[in-house]
């Protein structure tokens, strides 16, 4: 049974172009929203056939390819291999600009418990604990994020159903719960370094993650 959700609505949307260190560069239209449920921040970024006005998708296409990515201060911006959150994201907006469709960019930082619990946790880890592990000595939950809001803006901007870029099955569970039709799940590549290697690992051993990964590293994670 699917849940009802509040009514989102567009609150801006304005053209930002992109740039990566790297130097690819594309163009999106970013969406800012009224009337999320947790009232939290979060951005869509409209790419490849997806980067005008909403007025001006095409109807009755292919479905559109959508990745929620959690926000992620170290990996994002600060280029952190502890986990492979950077290079998804710098994937992810090059493959939906090819394909057309939309990045939301969700403030779920930490899986959800925040920045400074995130590297409480990176400390617990340190001393030897798994990232789920991290987040239970703290008292929370292994995953806390919830989608309830990226289901609402998708609402917002007209998508019913999607291809949905992730390794992550809880995320195509948790949207179709809320009413999203999901054609596909797309993986996303492997950024596999010495130095994640246990991060990676667990988030196939505990959470089912679609991650092809050496004998080797899966083993890490049990």
Same mark, same amino acid.
């Given at each position: 049974m699917?849940?009802i959700?509040?009514v989102a609505?567009?609150?801006?949307?304005?053209?930002v172009?992109l740039?990566f260190p790297?130097?690819?560069?594309t163009t999106?239209?970013?969406?800012?929203?009224?009337?999320l449920v947790?009232g939290r921040?979060?951005l869509?970024?409209?790419?490849g056939d997806r980067s005008?006005?909403p007025?001006g998708?095409?109807a009755g296409g292919?479905a559109p390819l959508?990745r929620?990515?959690?926000?992620?201060?170290?990996?994002?911006?600060?280029g952190s291999?502890r986990?492979d959150c950077g290079p998804?994201?710098?994937e /992810?907006?090059?493959?939906i600009?090819a =394909?057309? %469709?939309?990045? #939301?960019?969700?403030?779920?930082e930490g899986? @959800?418990?925040g920045?400074y619990?995130?590297?409480?946790a990176?400390a617990?880890q340190?001393?030897g604990?798994?990232?789920?592990?991290?987040n239970?000595?703290l008292?929370r939950?292994?995953?806390?994020?919830?989608?309830?809001?990226?289901?609402?803006m998708?609402?917002?901007l007209g998508?019913?159903?999607?291809?949905?870029l992730?390794?992550n099955?809880d995320?195509?569970?948790?949207?179709?719960?809320?009413g999203?039709?999901v054609?596909?799940?797309?993986?996303t590549?492997?950024y596999?370094?010495?130095?994640n290697?246990g991060?990676? /690992?667990a988030?196939?051993?505990r959470? =089912?993650? %679609?991650?092809d #990964?050496?004998?080797?590293?899966?083993?890490a @994670?049990t």
């Open positions: 699917n849940e959700l509040p609505t567009i609150r801006t949307q304005v053209t172009p740039r790297d130097g690819y560069a999106a239209r970013v969406f800012s929203f009224d009337g947790d921040e979060h869509a970024f409209g790419l005008g006005s007025d998708y095409p292919s959508v929620p990515h959690s926000e992620c201060l170290t990996g994002d911006v600060f291999q986990c998804q994201l710098r /992810a907006v090059e493959r600009s =394909a057309g %469709g939309f990045l #939301l960019y969700l403030r779920q899986r @959800g418990i920045l619990a995130k590297l409480d990176y617990l340190d001393a604990l798994d990232t789920y592990e991290a239970l000595a008292g939950d292994e995953d806390e994020r919830d989608y309830a809001a990226a289901a609402q998708l609402a917002a998508v019913e159903r999607c291809a949905l992730t390794n099955p995320k195509e569970e948790q949207l179709t719960r809320l999203l039709t054609t596909e799940r797309v993986p590549g492997v596999l370094s010495p130095v290697a991060y990676l /690992a988030k196939v051993s959470a =089912a993650h %679609g991650l #990964l050496p004998f080797v590293c899966r083993q @994670g």
